[in-house]
């Protein structure tokens, strides 16, 4: 009888040990998510918290919708292979040959600016316009031209050829200026395939399921 | 009112800031050299500078320009001695000469920010200078002369 009164507290007393244990692992485990986020750069302060989900699947499907603004003329027009833009619905190299420059905005009296204004000028066949007319700079290419689906995505998400952008940052890249002129090119020119909102939520959608590459083949 | 500063002296316009910089300078500062080619910026015939750079005049409008420096062929130098336009004049470069107060504009963006330029950074400078008598070679020949007679000005350079 003694014996089973004895067994039958030290029984609680595990219980309650094992209870406590739990609780701090669980403390713990959701520190160090947390913490770990932090370190990748993807938990920062307001305005956006990204929350990534992974999901393969959704993230592969996003990203061929993703894929087809990227190539299009207004987004790949400005990612060429070379050091000279590209021109016009079939991506043709630029008239007159204006090169890159290490800032990625032109040389010498072949600066970008010089012909592209602050604002898209009227007219057919006019040079559209936008603030901070550019290329991607001499040290960070960020090509489009050529890249299939896979390289592209493996490339977006690389901090060392997408201009060290971390999550946050490519998520907010969306609303960039020079992005949004995609959907402004003036007079003449197609937009591309998807409305901007569509093409933010894709990528949005892409980024916070695990930013996953479609398969290379 | 805008205020715009044109080879060093100050205008006030009362015009439009939509208006091309390019009449301004024509018909309303009366400054001619700088020539209307296509409008369309895609022939540089009508380059002049603003803070230095060689802008297009033909899309550039006024307000682009309000409070700015502009700098057109009749102001590159006082007495038509910019090494750019002593070397046009010893090579003979124009023919019928409309595009050149453009290609003099161009080739001078390009001695500022290099000294010695070679035919590749010549022909990164000026392919955006069309010129319809195909004087293309004696431009080259040119600046390639401009540049030597700039360092002799300018040793340091």
């Known amino acids: 009888m003694k014996t089973q009164v004895t067994s039958k507290v030290a029984y609680k007393g595990t219980i309650r040990t094992a209870a406590v244990i739990s609780i701090l692992a669980f403390i713990f485990c959701i520190m160090a ?3 770990n986020k932090e370190i990748r750069g993807i938990h920062h302060s307001a305005p956006f918290i990204a929350v990534v989900k992974k999901d393969s699947v959704t993230s592969v499907k996003a990203f061929k919708q993703v894929y087809t603004v990227l190539m299009s003329p207004r987004c790949m027009n400005c990612h060429p292979a070379g050091d000279i833009p590209l021109q016009g619905e079939d991506s ?4 007159m040959y204006p090169k890159r420059g290490v800032d990625g905005k032109g040389v010498y009296a072949m600066k970008c600016s010089n012909c592209h ?5 009227p007219g057919l066949h006019t040079p559209p316009g936008n603030e901070n007319w550019h290329l991607p700079p001499a040290n960070s290419k960020m090509v489009f031209q050529g890249k299939t689906a896979y390289q592209l995505a493996k490339q977006l998400i690389d901090p060392a050829q997408n201009g060290h952008k971390n999550l946050e940052k490519l998520i907010e890249h969306a609303d960039d200026g020079l992005v949004l ?4 090119p003036g007079e003449g020119r197609k937009l591309p395939p ?3 909102a569509q093409f933010k939520k894709a990528w949005i959608t892409w980024l916070t399921t695990g930013a996953y590459a479609p398969k290379s083949k | 009112m805008t205020t715009i500063t044109i080879n060093g002296k100050q205008h006030q316009l009362d015009v439009d800031p939509q208006m091309p910089l390019l009449w301004v300078i024509r018909d309303i500062v009366g400054l001619t050299g700088t020539k209307y080619g296509c409008g369309v910026a895609q022939c540089g015939a009508c380059v002049v500078h603003l803070n230095g750079e060689a802008v297009r005049s033909c899309v550039t409008k006024l307000s682009r320009a309000e409070g700015q420096n502009v700098v057109t062929i009749e102001g590159l130098s006082n ?3 910019h090494p750019a336009q002593v070397a ?7 023919q019928c ?5 453009g290609q003099i504009m161009s080739a001078a963006v390009l001695l500022r920010e290099n000294a010695d330029p070679s035919d590749e950074d010549i022909d990164a400078a000026m392919a955006g200078n069309i010129c319809r008598c195909g004087t293309y070679q004696r431009i080259r020949k040119a600046i390639h002369l401009a540049a030597q007679l700039q360092r002799k000005e300018e040793p340091g350079k």
């Open chain 1, 117 to 121: 204004q602050p604002v898209n000028t």
């Open chain 2, 88 to 94: 046009w004049n010893k090579e003979n470069v124009p």
């Open chain 2, 97 to 101: 000469g409309y595009c050149h107060s």
């Open chain 1, 194 to 196: 998807l409305s901007h």
């Open chain 1, 33 to 35: 998510f947390g913490l």
């Open chain 1, 181 to 184: 002129a995609g959907w402004n």
């Open chain 1, 92 to 95: 043709h190299l630029h008239m």
């Open chain 2, 79 to 81: 007495y038509n001695d």
